[in-house]
T-cell receptor
Framework: ELKVEQNPLFLSMQEGKNYTIYCNYS?????LYWYRQDPGKSLESLFVLLSNGAVKQEGRLMASLDTKARLSTLHITAAVHDLSATYFCAVDSSGSARQLTFGSGTQLTVLP | GAVVSQHPSWVICKSGTSVKIECRSLDFQATTMFWYRQFPKQSLMLMAT?????????EQGVEKDKFLINHASLTLSTLTVTSAHPEDSSFYIC????????????FGPGTRLTVL
């Protein structure tokens, strides 16, 4: 059974600071997704990582994938309040986006 | 592109009644859709995979007679919660597989179900 672990579960940080969220998974996969969820809302796709060594950046967020280490990171640079949300990683064990296993989520609060 | 809608956005019903939730792909055809359930402060749990024109595949522990799924067209899947009870109160999210270049699930806005 595929297990996906995110840490930390809760993160409170000051504006302007940097931090990294980690997503570890237990079986081989080379497809991983990062999503953002605002309270009461559904998931917004942030990044799709499709191969070992993939790195994608959008604004203050950068995601990377190391399939050998079974690890993905979501790095936050110079955090701003608007980034406050819950972030989920999801690992695709089917190779075709047909079976996603989600991490438990990281609730990020950026303080002014 | 790749817009998925759900209806209703929220519903409150009495215990014992049935509730139907619709999931539509608005600008693409989706042969496969997925239904997830999310309890407060928790992650998404896959309930079932809905395939157009065939029976849904349910995850272990999900009662197929309680959560009826119908995927009668390439743009519509429905989830009916039958004889709902308070413990069925949750946030239900559907997604649709796009079939685009690298295939990706796009998520609907979710339906908040409260059973009194």
């Amino acid at each position: 059974e595929l297990k996906v672990e995110q840490n930390p579960l809760f993160l409170s940080m000051q504006e302007g600071k940097n931090y990294t969220i980690y997503c570890n998974y237990s079986t081989t996969s080379d497809r991983l997704y990062w999503y953002r969820q605002d309270p009461g809302k559904s998931l917004e796709s942030l990044f799709v990582l499709l191969s070992n060594g993939a790195v994608k950046q959008e604004g203050r967020l950068m995601a990377s994938l190391d399939t050998k280490a079974r690890l993905s990171t979501l790095h936050i640079t110079a955090a701003v309040h608007d980034l406050s949300a819950t972030y989920f990683c999801a690992v695709d064990s089917s190779g075709s986006a047909r079976q996603l296993t989600f991490g438990s989520g990281t609730q990020l609060t950026v303080l002014p | 592109g790749a817009v998925v809608s759900q209806h209703p956005s929220w519903v409150i019903c009495k215990s014992g009644t049935s509730v139907k939730i619709e999931c539509r792909s608005l600008d693409f055809q989706a042969t496969t859709m997925f239904w997830y359930r999310q309890f407060p402060k928790q992650s998404l749990m896959l309930m079932a995979t809905s395939n157009e024109g065939s029976k849904a595949t349910y995850e272990q522990g999900v009662e197929k007679d309680k959560f009826l799924i119908n995927h009668a067209s390439l743009t519509l899947s429905t989830l009916t919660v039958t004889s709902a009870h308070p413990e069925d109160s949750s946030f239900y999210i559907c997604s649709a597989l796009t079939g685009f270049v690298h295939n990706e699930q796009f998520f609907g806005p979710g339906t908040r179900l409260t059973v009194l």
